[in-house]
């Protein structure tokens, strides 16, 4: 089957698609987007965090078919919004990550990307105070880092948040 | 395979018809693990996602009509009020990623006697309302689960709501797990107390092929609770009704747990969903005298 979807704001299709692959196959193997990881295949680990029309959801457990006409957000994406072409700059969460050393293998940290930018929306992105530690752990709650390097990571969301928050938007 | 993307609720009736064993997906959390681990090669999938009447959840009557595919998180956000056991299962539901995607359809729909809102359905006597091109009918959730993986459900039929009774008393769901997200339960209890018709209702989850109630532990209660003024149960009475609730349990022992270890847990459950229950009846009893 033929799939259309908008992915980063740019609409895409996806050709000779087999209806019961996942979303995550789409993104990886049939529009050149490897950001999003393949890793459990059962929404365990949240790797594959994307988001589908404008809600985070592991791409792995989103059937092809139920991705046409709809929007997606890949961790490529979240860069797009500080620049564009060759000026691309990270996200304030790309660049908090990069220096609390919230990056180890590095293969959980495009869901870890994705699953914190949504937190900081639904939270300093719209006025509210800065998600405390139990906040953070809970919304990153199905995203795991093999590495075990949690602390960095809950310090990158910290940064990330003073940051956003400082910002006044996600500018 | 083929992949149907009905818009109308009409359609996907038709569809399902037409292929009896063609598989709804809704969140697909669970439909997706099978095809990506090769478990399951459907003929047909049945793409739910597009029937705006499922997603949907309002006042019917008595009760709240939920639409079998609004996912956790738009539970957890708006419906504490009118299913707090419900709700309190679905906080407690995988992840969020997970919790924007599944549904009580699909745990319906799935039947895993670990489903966690299970339970919940049990204690507050929730309905079920299902649908086909012979038309739509409702089973209680009580008289949904018959066997392993096994409801009323028919080929032909999907589910399209729940409806769920006004609270009329506490309502509680504990669950056992060895953190709290990303877990599978070991073991879930769900307790409601209904003050206006003094009943007891219980739902037992991970603990036997089927999700299933303590009816000796409700008939129990039921007789033992001081429903006038909601006065602590003696130790002795909380004592039994944990072991009554226990002893409905029919659990194996899998990697998860063992079923002596899942017994036991139902048994702290049960009596821990009576004191909060109790504590929260005794407010209620206050506001109103």
Same mark, same amino acid.
């Given at each position: 089957?033929?799939?259309?979807?908008?992915?980063?704001?740019?609409?895409?299709?996806?050709?000779?698609?087999?209806?019961?692959?996942?979303?995550?196959?789409?993104?990886?193997?049939?529009?050149?987007?490897?950001?999003?990881?393949?890793?459990?295949?059962?929404?365990?680990?949240?790797?594959?965090?994307?988001?589908?029309?404008?809600?985070?959801?592991?791409?792995?457990?989103?059937?092809?078919?139920?991705?046409?006409?709809?929007?997606?957000?890949?961790?490529?994406?979240?860069?797009?919004?500080?620049?564009?072409?060759?000026?691309?700059?990270?996200?304030?969460?790309?660049?908090?990550?990069?220096?609390?050393?919230?990056?180890?293998?590095?293969?959980?940290?495009?869901?870890?990307?994705?699953?914190?930018?949504?937190?900081?929306? !639904?939270?300093?992105?719209?006025?509210?105070?800065?998600?405390?530690?139990?906040?953070?752990?809970?919304?990153?709650?199905?995203?795991?880092? !093999?590495?075990?390097?949690?602390?960095?990571?809950?310090?990158?969301?910290?940064?990330?948040?003073?940051?956003?928050?400082?910002?006044?938007?996600?500018? | 395979?083929?992949?149907?993307?009905?818009?109308?609720?009409?359609?996907?009736?038709? *569809?399902?018809?037409?292929?009896?064993?063609? @598989?709804?997906?809704?969140?697909?959390? #669970?439909?997706? %693990?099978?095809?990506?681990?090769?478990?399951?090669?459907?003929?047909?999938?049945?793409?739910?996602?597009?029937?705006?009447?499922?997603?949907?959840?309002?006042?019917?009557?008595?009760?709240?009509?939920?639409?079998?595919? %609004?996912?956790?998180?738009?539970?957890?956000?708006?419906?504490?009020?009118?299913?707090?056991?419900?709700?309190?299962? +679905?906080?407690?539901?995988?992840?969020?990623?997970?919790?924007?995607?599944?549904? @009580?359809?699909?745990?319906?729909?799935?039947?895993?006697?670990?489903? #966690?809102?299970?339970?919940?359905?049990?204690?507050?006597?929730? %309905?079920?309302?299902?649908?086909?091109?012979?038309?739509?009918?409702?089973?209680?959730?009580?008289?949904?689960?018959?066997?392993?993986?096994?409801?009323?459900?028919?080929?032909?039929?999907?589910?399209?709501?729940?409806?769920?009774?006004?609270?009329?008393?506490?309502?509680?769901?504990?669950?056992?797990?060895?953190?709290?997200?990303?877990?599978? +339960?070991? *073991?879930?209890?769900?307790?409601?107390? #209904?003050?206006?018709?003094?009943?007891?209702?219980?739902?037992?989850?991970? @603990?036997?092929?089927?999700?299933?109630?303590?009816?000796?532990?409700?008939?129990?209660?039921?007789?033992?609770? #001081?429903?006038?003024?909601? +006065?602590?149960?003696?130790?002795?009475?909380?004592?039994?009704?944990?072991?009554?609730?226990?002893?409905? *349990?029919?659990?194996?022992?899998?990697?998860?747990?063992?079923?002596?270890?899942?017994?036991?847990?139902? +048994? %702290?459950?049960?009596?821990?969903?009576?004191?909060?229950?109790?504590?929260?009846?005794?407010?209620?009893?206050?506001?109103? *005298?």
């Amino acid at each position: 089957m033929r799939v259309n979807l908008n992915v980063n704001g740019e609409d895409m299709t996806a050709e000779n698609v087999w209806p019961g692959e996942s979303l995550l196959y789409v993104l990886r193997e049939r529009l050149g987007l490897p950001g999003s990881k393949n890793a459990c295949e059962q929404g365990e680990c949240g790797s594959c965090t994307v988001y589908f029309d404008g809600v985070t959801a592991c791409s792995c457990m989103i059937a092809a078919g139920q991705a046409e006409g709809r929007r997606i957000r890949t961790v490529e994406g979240l860069a797009e919004e500080s620049g564009k072409g060759s000026d691309k700059k990270l996200d304030t969460v790309q660049d908090a990550f990069v220096e609390a050393g919230a990056v180890q293998c590095g293969f959980c940290t495009p869901g870890l990307l994705v699953q914190t930018d949504d937190l900081l929306e !639904r939270t300093v992105g719209q006025g509210k105070p800065a998600p405390d530690d139990a906040e953070i752990r809970e919304a990153l709650a199905g995203n795991l880092c !093999r590495c075990t390097g949690y602390e960095k990571i809950i310090d990158a969301v910290h940064l990330a948040a003073e940051r956003r928050a400082a910002s006044g938007s996600n500018a | 395979m083929e992949f149907l993307s009905p818009s109308t609720l009409e359609e996907a009736l038709e *569809a399902k018809s037409a292929h009896p064993d063609g @598989v709804p997906i809704m969140g697909g959390t #669970d439909v997706m %693990v099978e095809l990506n681990f090769d478990k399951r090669r459907p003929e047909t999938l049945i793409d739910l996602a597009r029937i705006p009447e499922l997603a949907e959840w309002g006042p019917d009557g008595e009760y709240t009509r939920l639409g079998a595919g %609004v996912p956790y998180t738009r539970i957890i956000e708006n419906l504490q009020k009118q299913a707090p056991a419900l709700a309190r299962a +679905s906080r407690t539901v995988a992840s969020p990623q997970i919790r924007n995607r599944g549904t @009580v359809g699909g745990n319906l729909g799935g039947a895993s006697p670990a489903g #966690d809102t299970h339970p919940p359905l049990l204690a507050t006597d929730a %309905v079920i309302e299902l649908a086909s091109v012979r038309g739509r009918r409702t089973v209680a959730a009580r008289d949904f689960y018959l066997s392993f993986r096994t409801t009323a459900l028919q080929p032909d039929e999907l589910i399209t709501a729940i409806l769920l009774p006004a609270p009329k008393g506490p309502q509680q769901f504990l669950k056992i797990g060895t953190r709290n997200a990303m877990v599978i +339960s070991v *073991a879930g209890f769900s307790l409601s107390l #209904d003050a206006e018709n003094r009943t007891v209702g219980t739902g037992l989850g991970s @603990v036997g092929p089927t999700p299933m109630r303590a009816e000796a532990a409700e008939e129990f209660l039921t007789a033992e609770f #001081d429903w006038e003024s909601g +006065s602590v149960p003696s130790e002795a009475t909380v004592r039994r009704f944990g072991e009554l609730v226990a002893s409905a *349990a029919r659990p194996i022992d899998d990697q998860r747990g063992s079923a002596d270890y899942r017994k036991h847990s139902m +048994s %702290v459950m049960a009596r821990r969903a009576l004191s909060w229950s109790v504590t929260e009846y005794r407010k209620g009893a206050t506001r109103c *005298a």
